[in-house]
């Protein structure tokens, strides 16, 4: 089992910057791909980035490219959502994710509890 805890959610204004973390504990050497997610109000959790932990490569939601940036702190085993530039549309709970599996979008293993990201206007 893999245990992931996300911390760094707030309340920021359009424009602004936030990071998110996530850390893993338990079996992270299962781990092979880590993600993060979204899920606004009345709406369906969506792809926000993913990044393979070995070699670090990333792939992003178009609607989040040029603006986040996800990275990894392989000795902390931690993995971050730099977000800028952010807007009201970017309001959602934020879930981190992690996957034993050369996973992007779907078939993540292991969720976090999620952390509150609103934006106003």
């Known amino acids: 089992q893999v245990q992931l805890v996300e911390s760094g959610g707030g309340l920021v204004q359009a424009g602004d910057s936030l990071r998110l973390s996530c850390v893993a504990s338990?079996?992270?050497?299962?781990?092979?791909?880590m993600g993060w997610f979204r899920q606004a109000p009345g709406k369906e959790r969506e792809f926000v980035a993913a990044?393979?932990?070995?070699?670090?490569?990333?792939y992003y939601a178009d609607s989040v490219k040029g603006r986040f940036t996800i990275s990894r702190d392989k000795l902390k085993n931690a993995v971050y959502l730099q977000m800028n530039s952010m807007n009201p549309e970017d309001t959602a709970v934020y879930y981190c994710?992690?996957?034993?599996?050369?996973?992007?979008?779907?078939?993540?293993?292991?969720w976090g509890q999620g952390t509150q990201v609103t934006i106003s206007p």
């Open positions: 990044l393979h932990w070995t070699t670090g490569s990333t």
């Open positions: 994710a992690a996957s034993r599996g050369d996973m992007l979008t779907t078939g993540y293993d292991y």
């Open positions: 338990g079996r992270t050497f299962s781990i092979y791909t």
